[in-house]
């Protein structure tokens, strides 16, 4: 695991009932032992920004990526990818794990583009806290301008961070945690009673 993360971290965070999780029988049989199933099983993520993908209700397991798109037409897709787990969705991509490599893909239909996001499952989970405990906590202040340069900084570290143990979710501009990344700083994303929300819009 690049990342140390566990189930009490989250739980601390956001709460147990904030954290989804995916059941043991929701991976197909060449992906259930691996490192990434078990975190995906045990650990969970929190809800909001990213939605973990419910399993098929007769199956029990979940989409596979050949269920949801045809890889064969995504130019740099594993011979094998149609036979990857969709384990979740972040913005317009299917994201699929690949159990040989323990990598998670970003499968993006309207543009038909297939590309590694996470280096493995850890590195999924700890964006995915990071930016939704910025989310959840975030306060703009009296000064709103002020507010915005601190949260462009907090953006920005959470991918300086990030990217010193893995490159992948913000290797360049058009990923999508760096288009989630730029909508946060821009004060885009914050719902509900967040202090952010509520400092925005009153």
Do not use: C
Request: hydrophobic share 40%.
């Amino acid at each position: 695991m690049l990342f140390d993360v566990t189930r009490g971290d989250l739980a601390a965070v956001f709460g147990e009932d904030r954290i989804a999780t995916l059941p043991a029988t929701a991976f197909p049989p060449a992906a259930a032992d691996t490192e990434g199933a078990r975190l995906l099983r045990t650990v969970g993520v929190p809800t909001g920004t990213l939605r973990l993908g419910a399993p098929d209700e007769e199956s029990g397991r979940p989409a596979l990526v050949r269920d949801v798109v045809d890889a064969e037409d995504f130019e740099g897709a594993s011979q094998d990818a149609g036979a990857w787990p969709v384990i979740g969705w972040l913005l317009n991509a299917h994201l699929a794990l690949d159990p040989g490599s323990g990598k998670v893909y970003a499968f993006d239909a309207d543009e038909e583009s297939v590309r590694a996001l996470h280096t493995d499952v850890s590195s999924l989970v700890q964006v995915t806290l990071r930016f939704q405990r910025l989310l959840d906590e975030f306060t703009f202040g009296d000064d709103e301008e002020a507010g915005f340069e601190r949260l462009e900084r907090e953006v920005e570290a959470i991918r300086q961070q990030t990217s010193g143990l893995d490159p992948l979710p913000f290797q360049d501009d058009e990923t999508v945690w760096s288009v989630v990344g730029e909508e946060i700083a821009a004060g885009q994303r914050f719902t509900g009673d967040s202090p952010g929300a509520r400092s925005l819009y009153g």
